[in-house]
């Protein structure tokens, strides 16, 4: 067995018991059982359980940085930016389900040197989001009187809910979910002048095959 898959196969058994029954009532001795292994392989890749419970919460935070940040390099306008990185948020929901979980119910037991290091990733994150919307205001795409922080805010915390209610087996496939959740932000945000440009009509629903038919 190479060291990868032993990491790989602590860190899956260690969520699954995190979510399960809380980071506080997960010993080492248990996480080591479940994934077969032993813990000398466990220090050997971990420095300790509080490393774990880092790196679990980094692995979602990781990817939707880099995706903001790919965004905001690849597309050239407030809206091809907002769109793609409000697609991958909600993406990253479907790829990282058991660490957001994870994130929400444990974060705060994150020791001080860790979660210093996922505060300088949130806050970098939150802040490309304020850069979107307001390069969007300057540029004239996005409504003036909202509030650029409560516009950013309010998309987070549409996002970051999907954790609880999202099932793959549901009626909306994630992919699906993604688009929904876009053409509601740039249906909020652009002003009514870009929502008519055609350049914009791109960004808006245009797939029949959704359970739904958008206005």
Known sequence: MSEKSIRERIIETSMRLFEANGYHRVTVDQIVKESGTSKGGFYHNFK??????????DQFITYVLEKAEEAYEQWETPTERLQA??????????????????????????APEYFKDIEVKRDRYKQIMFTVIQDGIESDEFRPELPVPIVSM??????????????????????????????????????????????????????????????
């Open 48 to 57: 300790s359980k509080d490393e774990l419970l880092y790196i679990i919460h």
């Open 154 to 215: 309010a998309i987070f915390g549409m996002v970051n809910w999907i954790y609880k209610w999202y099932q793959k087996s549901g009626t909306y496939s994630i992919e699906q979910i993604a688009d929904i959740y876009a053409d509601m932000v740039l249906h909020s945000v652009l002003k009514r002048g870009a929502m008519e440009n055609p350049d914009f009509n791109r960004f808006f629903l245009q797939q029949p095959d959704l359970p739904y038919k958008p206005s």
């Open 85 to 110: 990185i409000v697609k991958s948020f909600v993406m990253m929901i479907d790829l990282y389900r058991s660490q957001v979980t994870i994130f929400y119910q444990e974060s705060l037991f994150l």
